[in-house]
């Protein structure tokens, strides 16, 4: 079993940035693809970017595009987010996703608590 760990969340306005991590338990991170998705109050989960196992592609929702960029440090177990340009809709939880087997819309098998992501205006 794998275990996704997230933090780097927290509280910030509008304009500014945070940088999200997830460490990943096991020998096999290397071999996932790993990908972030995030869930609003009120909304359904939604993906947000997602990253090849050896880090050479990348994809992004629209909303996101140019302002977040996900990374990889395979040596590490760890999967970034960089997040600029943070607008008051992307408060919500994000979760840390990472697996195998990319399952379509539905991202892959295993994930992390989440961690909070609060944008004020």
């Known amino acids: 079993q794998v275990q996704l760990v997230e933090s780097g969340g927290g509280l910030v306005q509008a304009g500014g940035s945070l940088r999200l991590s997830c460490v990943a338990s096991?020998?096999?991170?290397?071999?996932?693809?790993m990908g972030w998705f995030r869930q609003a109050p009120g909304q359904e989960r939604e993906f947000v970017a997602r990253i090849s196992v050896f880090g050479d592609s990348t994809y992004y929702a629209d909303s996101v595009k140019g302002r977040f960029t996900i990374s990889r440090d395979n040596a590490k177990n760890t999967v970034y987010l960089q997040m600029n340009s943070l607008k008051p809709e992307d408060t919500a939880v994000y979760y840390c996703n990472g697996g195998p087997i990319l399952r379509g819309t539905s991202g892959y098998d295993y994930w992390g608590q989440g961690t909070q992501v609060t944008v004020s205006s």
């Open positions: 096991g020998r096999t991170f290397s071999r996932y693809g």
